[in-house]
T-cell receptor, first 111, second 113 residues
Framework: KQEVTQIPAALSVPEGENLVLNCSFT??????LQWFRQDPGKGLTSLLL?????REQTSGRLNASLDKSSGRSTLYIAASQPGDSATYLC??????????FGTGTRLKVLA | AAGVIQSPRHLIKEKRETATLKCYPI?????VYWYQQGPGQDPQFLIS???????DKGSIPDRFSAQQFSDYHSELNMSSLELGDSALYFC????????????FGSGTRLTVV
């Protein structure tokens, strides 16, 4: 059974810092992994999708990497801004046509 | 670009009442997924439909049912509501499975009082 864990659970950083959010999954046989952002009480916004054959994806200040063999993905946020404050969720598709979500990292970027 | 539309955005019901949540997927998306997110929790998969047939089922209570219609919209019916059903309910859609990832709707916040 696939389990997805995110570390840290919460993170508070000053504006301008580069930061890394971690996602671990127990079953390396995945089809893809998607990173989402969620603002309090709001919906889920897709940030990056990494297929199993890919090692990384980039969008603006965001870079996500995938290492299937070690069961890890990282989301790198460069030059963090207060507007980046949100909960970041990773979700894994293990070929079951549904995502298993991680527990999320609550990020707060201080001005 | 068109997104996934969910209605209503907010819903308040009393215990033991019935609620119906609606989801309109992105045009040409053939797969719909329903998730439940309790306060402070990660989204939990409930049920999915592909081409109007149920494709997978998660931790969905027997009091809940869902279907996908000929126009690909989906409805989640929840009966005998309990206080613990209070949550954000998300619908997501995709084309042909998850090869291109999900697109989520903004969710319906259900409050049971």
């Amino acid at each position: 059974k696939q389990e997805v864990t995110q570390i840290p659970a919460a993170l508070s950083v000053p504006e301008g810092e580069n930061l890394v959010l971690n996602c671990s999954f127990t079953d390396s046989a995945i089809y893809n992994l998607q990173w989402f952002r969620q603002d309090p009480g709001k919906g889920l916004t897709s940030l990056l999708l990494i297929q199993s054959s890919q090692r990384e994806q980039t969008s603006g200040r965001l870079n996500a990497s995938l290492d299937k063999s070690s069961g890890r993905s990282t989301l790198y946020i460069a030059a963090s801004q207060p507007g980046d404050s949100a909960t970041y969720l990773c979700a894994v598709d293990s070929g079951t046509y549904k995502y298993i979500f991680g527990t999320g990292t609550r990020l707060k970027v201080l001005a | 670009a068109a997104g996934v539309i969910q209605s209503p955005r907010h819903l308040i019901k009393e215990k033991r009442e019935t609620a119906t949540l609606k989801c309109y997927p992105i045009p040409r998306h053939d797969t719909v997924y329903w998730y439940q997110q309790g306060p402070g929790q990660d989204p939990q998969f409930l049920i999915s439909f592909y081409e109007k047939m149920q494709s997978d089922k998660g931790s969905i209570p027997d009091r809940f049912s869902a279907q996908q219609f000929s126009d690909y919209h989906s409805e989640l019916n929840m009966s005998s509501l309990e206080l613990g059903d209070s949550a954000l309910y998300f619908c997501a859609s995709s084309f042909g499975g998850l090869n291109y990832g999900y697109t989520f709707g903004s969710g319906t916040r259900l409050t049971v009082v």
